[in-house]
């Protein structure tokens, strides 16, 4: 499966902006999803995952620095992933990615993913 993150860009303090993250090559209804971000000279760190965008009854996953302002979501038919992000911090600055796997467990972990999109810069002015 391939991905295309977008939605990225500049925004002030307290705003928001929806990332999306499309598949294609294969259904994504199977997999999991993962956001993650990484910062200039920080290691890549979990955002947020979901266990299936096909199942209104999946599991969503949250970092703490981001519980409550995030929320992960996807649209089964447009094969997308969704990550909206409100009330955004400076701290947020980062590159996100988006990330599948067929895992179901163990989708807080970078490792637990095969597939993985370019990235999209998310800029947070204060």
């Known amino acids: 499966v391939q991905l295309q993150a977008s939605g990225g860009g500049l925004v002030q303090a307290g705003g928001s902006l929806r990332l999306s993250c499309a598949a294609s090559?294969?259904?994504?209804?199977?997999?999991?999803v993962g956001w993650f971000r990484q910062a200039p000279g920080k290691e890549r760190e979990f955002v947020s995952a979901?266990?299936?965008?096909?199942?209104?009854?999946?599991?969503?996953y949250y970092s703490d620095s981001v519980k409550d302002r995030f929320t992960i979501s996807g649209d089964n038919a447009k094969n997308t992933a969704y990550l909206q992000m409100n009330s955004l911090k400076p701290e947020d600055t980062a590159v996100y990615y988006c990330?599948?796997?067929?895992?179901?467990?163990?989708?807080?972990?970078?490792?637990?993913?095969?597939?993985w999109g370019q990235g999209t810069q998310v800029t947070v002015s204060s």
């Open positions: 990330a599948a796997t067929l895992r179901r467990y163990g989708l807080e972990y970078a490792a637990s993913y095969d597939y």
């Open positions: 979901i266990s299936s965008i096909s199942w209104s009854g999946a599991r969503t």
């Open positions: 090559g294969r259904t994504f209804s199977t997999y999991g």
